[in-house]
């Protein structure tokens, strides 16, 4: 426990309750760097941010008798004690405000402020879902051009904008799937997956009951077309291919697998995640797509991590729409209406369903189409032009140092994927990644996509500058020199972090979720 220690100097601490150097302090803390105990080692229950009256008669009539008797047991923290908490937590913590946040298959950059004004706007911040829509009418627009510029983008007819994460859009584009094979009478039972695929394509093929087979991949890690070909069938009812693939690179055969499954009887999922690298260039519905979800907090900036928010819309081709989950917007010569159920003869007249209780993620609607508006279609073209030689910049920056397994597969897309093959004996791309923390780098994806040892997924984005990649890169570079030579330090970092190498499998497979107060010793 690195608890500050409140009764005698001490030398600052890591995890293991070692010295990290320097002359002791009485607090723990280290300049700048300030340690924090947990909030319920902080706070009593003697304390409190807000002063409530006792609750009145009325009060508890209404709780029907179900009132608290007993302490309940949170600590209770003043308003300043409260900030601060959660401000020394965030410092001990990286940011996409603080640097280059290289993960691959996540596009994690910056969140321009512009997006953050215009949703917390009160006629958008203040919404309540169930407000009568003649007091929305603002709000249903924005979904609708939100709506309508994801359709012209991909050059799709039909959206659904109510899905709440990328992995939500492909259950959503699953379901309009099965919804339509199921419609005229097919039950087909597989759904085909690249190997190089995400974790949460097969998961929902196989939530929405589906069995998943891999496809397998050619030597330059795109999708083999012959073998996938061979394994087209009437038990086939789709496959799910994600372009560009998680290789980083464009699956130049797509129109010709589209086809292929098509001429089979089966359908095309899409998975969009890493749209940033084509959009105003590739048209997804000219691929032949049938179903395909975006992740508006990848592609269109708004920002995410740690598991949420998130807004994943799904685009439709003709022969899914009617299968479309509720509710969607519709503009009418009265104004906007959310339509809630489907009516005989409207196009919708098939819906499988609804995803989620109300229309969506509004807040990442505002941000998502403030940043389209403020790009415009020819800055949008940009984004992924500079998202793309960025990535190849780094690219070729490191391919000397780092074994780059598809560098002769053609320049990458928004993506630049590594192996660990070099590494002295003993040494892993984990310690390169923890070593890259004491560079003052979040680590980048690793050991995915699976089908390359010790992956190493680096996305920079189109808001890095050249000198924000040349620091990172020089950071890279060095840390990768290291692994080659065999400096054992390595296994040991992060050795400038507020914690050490923690155990993630523990964390992972045991979390420990409710606090418990020591035995008095
Ligand atoms: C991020 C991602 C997903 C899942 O999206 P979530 O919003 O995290 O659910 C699916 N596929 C790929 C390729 C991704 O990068």
Known sequence: MNAPNKSGWKPAMNADGESIGGPATHTGNRALMLEEELIFEIGGTDTTGVDLPQPDAFAQRRTGGLERTAEIGLPGLSEPETVRHYTRLSRQNYAIDLGLFPLGSCTMKHNPRLNEKVARMPGFADLHPMAPSTTTQGALAVIHELGEWLKTLTGMPAVAMSPKAGAHGELCGILAIRAA??????????????????????????????EVEDIPATPEGRVDLAALEARLGPDVAAVMITNPNTCGLFERDFRKIADAVHAAGGLVYCDGANFNAIVGRVRPGDLGVDAMHINLHKTFST???????????????????????????????????????????????????????????????????????????????????????????VLRKLEDVLHAPFADSGPCMHEALFGDKGFAEGLSTLDLAKGLIDEGYHPMTMYFPLVVHGAMLVEPTETESKAALDQFIGAMRSVAERAIAGDETLKTAPHYAPRRRLDETLAARKPVLAWTEPAAE
């Open 181 to 210: 094979l199921e419609a005229r009478g097919d039950a087909r039972k597989v759904v085909l997956c690249p190997e190089s695929a995400h974790g949460t394509n097969p998961a929902t093929a196989a939530f929405a009951g589906y």
């Open 303 to 393: 920002p995410h991590g740690g598991g949420g928010p998130g807004s994943g819309p799904v685009v439709f081709s003709e022969a899914l729409a009617p299968f479309a989950p509720l509710p969607f917007v519709e503009k009418t010569d009265d104004g906007f209406v959310l339509v809630e159920e489907e009516t005989a003869g409207d196009r919708h007249a098939s819906s499988f369903g609804r995803m989620t209780a109300f229309h969506g993620q509004m807040g990442m609607f505002t941000r998502a189409l403030t940043y389209i508006l403020s790009h415009g279609a020819d800055g949008l073209k940009q984004v992924s032009e500079d998202a793309v030689l960025n990535a190849n910049y």
